[in-house]
């Protein structure tokens, strides 16, 4: 059986060699917590509400790759493909908080949203206020009528830009700030594309494989699957298709402000993806949405998984202020 | 034979769909000459000299993706992996030359060098003054005492930066200019691995392959023969071999300050660059050598090959200051 091929030390180590190495590239402007494998920006000030995230490990730079001025304050690192554990989330925003209060901001996994919340309950007993937004934008998870069951995916991207935005410039308040990375979260909407799978480190072997000439259509970051498998196309018609399934969703509509994220799972070439993101620019040209800002190359990978993700938000007036803010971290500046 | 799985549109249009989508992407801040698939950035002021780079496609975000306030002024795209023409350069230069003279920074293959030393030329004769520097990076591409001979790999980003902010920030003279690019290319020094093979679009074949468990060190960015190819071992370990060799080069030494690129070729999982980070971190500190700052990313990719590159940069304090100014580019945002 085909093994991808990977460059590592002990697969056991992974997730502590990750943190290290975030350490490293963020040079001074990061603290590990090595004991719970969690991470947080030397940044953080007395007078913002902190901003908590956490997720499998795998999907570099996000999660802890946001962390930093505008960005995320921290994060906590799961072993790949797997939820970090409340005792990580605690510690980790017991070593963060202010007396602000603290935003969990991440995925919706189910065993992040259960450890998030175990943790949530547990910090409100020594008087820790925490509130909760799982971003929920892979459209292809779930259908619009069933929309807090739908997965997060590259979109946290923008969920992570709006809310340390208002939190660290604009100094939103607890409930504030919850309210518009709502806001922002029920604008946002992803779908992917996978070519080809990936492999967890440990076992070698990839989560899903497809045919030669086979690609998924709504591939989920983890493998999960998509609307359907179909023969391979050109990327035009792929690319038509996605941008259609977006803006039918939310729905983006003519005059609408949109920024605009085309996001490489892993393996693609940048070549490839720059051919996308010229369909999706003359996509939206010719619906007449209006491209306010785009983001283009690797966010929310999956390993060395082959696809993409196209994920668009609305703005409004106040998206569009914090958005616009400046943004410095390892996975994305602005 | 094994293939690899690409999403295109007519693989004899990646060149010109390439460009369109970096129009896209800089969203009005890039204007394309398309009947010369050349680029250039609408920053451009009338008291600089105007920095021109040029190459094959294939290595997004190199080379155009570097053009932007603090980078690169303007690009000529070749077809993948190839030289663009002298027609090509003749017409940017002529697009965004303004009295102040043209410095062609570009990497150093025999198509490029002849087809920018035509240009230069041919515009002599018409009073507009250009000089040159190559980038030549890649220490395993020919003997330190054959440094002229070396071929230019990712470290040309380094030089890009130092370009951009030398012209653009400082208003450097186009010899002065000149100067200060080469000291930094003589400062620069990159080397890369090969996991597995990439291939152009037209053939989809492969142009090298390695065996299940074999790794190549030295790889260039169009597949070229590196040292030597060896068993897959751990990533410590070739990480180890790569900065001894990078620092034996210079050579880097105790309390040099240096600025670090670890660059993803393509395929490889960005977790594995993280891990890489790691001991590149650790082996920096072992040496007493001072990281001033460190990019962690895909910059200089070869379609889908899986591998990555390791570069450092010695500064002085011209150099780090230069180094420091903002850099707002597609491929790299400081």
């Known amino acids: 059986m085909r093994k991808p091929k990977k460059l590592l030390n002990d697969p056991n180590n992974v ?5 290290q190495g975030l350490v490293y590239a963020y040079n001074g402007k990061l603290t590990a917590i ?30 802890a790759g946001f962390i930093g001025e505008g960005g995320i304050d921290g994060c906590a690192l799961g072993e790949v493909f797997t939820s970090p554990s409340p ?17 969990f901001l991440y995925g919706n996994y189910s065993g992040d949203g259960m450890n998030f919340d175990i943790s949530a309950e547990i910090l409100a007993e020594e008087n ?9 934008d892979d459209i292809a998870s779930a259908p619009l009528s069933k929309l807090s069951d739908r997965r997060g995916v590259a979109g946290i991207m923008f969920l ?14 607890l409930e504030n700030l919850y309210q518009v990375v709502a806001k922002a979260n029920a604008n ?31 591939i989920g970051i983890h493998g999960e699957a998509g609307l359907r498998r179909q023969a391979m196309t050109s990327s035009d018609e792929v690319v038509k298709e996605m941008i259609d399934r977006l803006c039918d969703d939310l729905p ?4 609408d402000r949109v920024c605009v994220l085309i996001n490489n799972l892993g393996a693609l070439s940048n070549t490839e993806l720059l051919v996308i993101t010229r369909k999706v620019g003359i996509e939206l040209n010719n ?48």
């Open 287 to 334: 619906r007449g949405i209006i491209i306010h800002d785009i983001a283009v190359g690797h966010f929310c990978t999956s390993l060395e998984m082959s696809g993409f993700s196209i994920t668009l938000m609305k703005l409004d007036d106040e998206l569009q202020h914090l958005y616009d803010l400046p943004c410095q971290t390892l996975g994305w500046r602005k």
């Open 128 to 136: 820790i206020a925490t509130k909760t937004i799982r971003a929920t």
């Open 34 to 63: 090595p004991d719970y494998c969690a991470v947080y920006g030397n940044h953080i000030s007395n007078e913002q509400v902190v901003v908590i995230s956490g997720g499998g490990s795998g999907h570099e730079p996000t999660f």
């Open 15 to 19: 997730r502590q060699e990750v943190m």
């Open 160 to 173: 992570y830009k709006i809310a340390g935005a208002a939190s660290q410039f604009e100094k939103y308040n």
């Open 252 to 255: 983006f509509q003519t005059n």
């Open 188 to 218: 946002v909407r992803t779908i992917g594309v996978a070519l080809d799978g990936c492999a967890l480190p440990q076992s070698n072997n990839f989560n899903f494989e497809l045919d030669e000439n086979e690609i998924e259509i709504g």
């Open 87 to 103: 005792d990580q989330i605690i510690e980790l925003t017991k070593a963060t908080e202010n007396g602000n209060g603290v935003l």
